[in-house]
């Protein structure tokens, strides 16, 4: 059973950035893929970043390529998701998850509880 706790969500004026990270533990963290999601007020929640096991290959979502990067360091057995350019609708819950595939961008096993990010015009 995966645990997975995410920080460093807060308050950002439109184009500022922040790091969200997300800390696993009670498995072996460099054997999931690991992916990071968001769900806004009134919204379905949708894919934003995914990351293979070893860090070889990402994946983004539309909306957010070329502003956010998603990266991991499995030594500490944690994904980081650095967020530039911030816009308001990027405002959401932001939640890490875990899956036991190499890769994916939707079948995953374990998820945290959010972190709030909130975009300021």
């Known amino acids: 059973q995966v645990q997975l706790v995410e920080s460093g969500g807060g308050l950002v004026q439109a184009g500022g950035s922040l790091r969200l990270s997300c800390a696993a533990s009670?498995?072996?963290?460099?054997?999931?893929?690991m992916g990071w999601f968001r769900q806004a007020p009134g919204k379905e929640r949708e894919f934003v970043a995914a990351?293979?096991?070893?860090?070889?290959?990402?994946g983004y979502a539309n909306s957010v390529k070329g502003r956010f990067t998603i990266s991991r360091d499995n030594a500490k057995n944690t994904v980081y998701l650095q967020m530039n350019s911030l816009k308001p609708e990027d405002t959401a819950v932001y939640y890490c998850?875990?899956?036991?595939?190499?890769?994916?961008?939707?079948?995953?096993?374990?998820w945290g509880q959010g972190t709030q990010v909130t975009v300021s015009s």
């Open positions: 990351i293979s096991r070893s860090g070889g290959t990402t």
């Open positions: 009670g498995g072996t963290f460099s054997r999931y893929a």
């Open positions: 998850a875990a899956s036991s595939l190499p890769y994916t961008h939707s079948s995953y096993d374990y």
